[in-house]
């Protein structure tokens, strides 16, 4: 199957400080890519919808300014999380669907685990 | 109520056992369903898609019923790699909507 790549693995920060995440499509181009956020024993909950060369669409409650998305490529989408703060820390996944594809053949990313001291 | 329901569990399951769980979703115009399985600190990965007439895929069934608006899963023969964290995904309005998925423990 295609494959996401996402980096890093692993991030601890002081409060105050930004982080950016990266994923990457490595064998197909992605027009659309989606960032999720998981905490602990919940739901993937959609953050926002990236597209290749346009604006992201952010979900309800999803503050634009605090979580920045970049789409510069088409095998590039890019997440910073600025001025992170204790409660920003969770498991950030991003998935990309390949095109054409279904609405349910989602390639996820291996996640990226935010640990905000 | 939750768009997307699972029991959390843990289902604690014998090895070689069959164990079942359901989702309910409650747009009743939802369009098509998944099972994915997730692994602690992982990504989610597509197990089945579910179509109406029901699939199968080796140890792994999934149906659907759109009249009580819930799908499920069952697994045969459960294996100790079967422990996972498996997440019913309901696409509804041209969005796919999570549950907060159903934790399997397969024991020796």
């Known amino acids: 199957g295609a494959v996401v790549s996402q980096h890093p693995s692993w991030v601890i920060c002081k409060s105050g400080t930004s982080v950016k995440i990266e994923c990457r499509s490595l064998?197909?181009?992605?027009?659309?890519m989606f960032w999720y956020r998981q905490f602990p024993k919940q739901s993937l909950m959609l953050m926002a919808t990236s597209n290749e060369g346009s604006k992201a669409t952010y979900e309800q409650g999803v503050e634009k300014d605090k979580f920045l998305i970049n789409h510069a490529s088409l095998t590039l989408s890019t997440l910073t999380v600025t001025s992170a703060h204790p409660e920003d820390s969770s498991f950030y996944i991003c998935s990309a669907r390949v095109a054409g594809g279904g609405t349910g053949e989602l390639f996820f990313g291996e996640g990226s685990r935010l640990t905000v001291l | 109520r939750k768009e997307v329901e699972q029991d959390p569990g843990p289902f604690n399951v014998p090895e070689g056992a069959t164990v079942a769980f359901n989702c309910t979703y409650s747009?009743?115009?939802?369009?098509?369903f998944f099972w994915y399985r997730q692994d602690c600190r992982k990504e989610p990965k597509l197990l089945m898609s579910v179509y109406s007439s029901g699939n199968e895929d080796g140890r792994f069934t999934a149906q659907l019923n759109r009249a009580s608006q819930y799908i499920s899963l069952l697994i045969r023969d459960s294996k100790l790699s079967d422990s996972a964290t498996y997440l019913c995904v309901v696409n509804s309005n041209y969005q796919l909507i999570w549950g907060a998925g159903t934790k399997l423990i397969i024991k020796p």
């Open positions: 747009n009743s115009a939802s369009q098509s």
């Open positions: 064998d197909f181009q992605a027009t659309t």
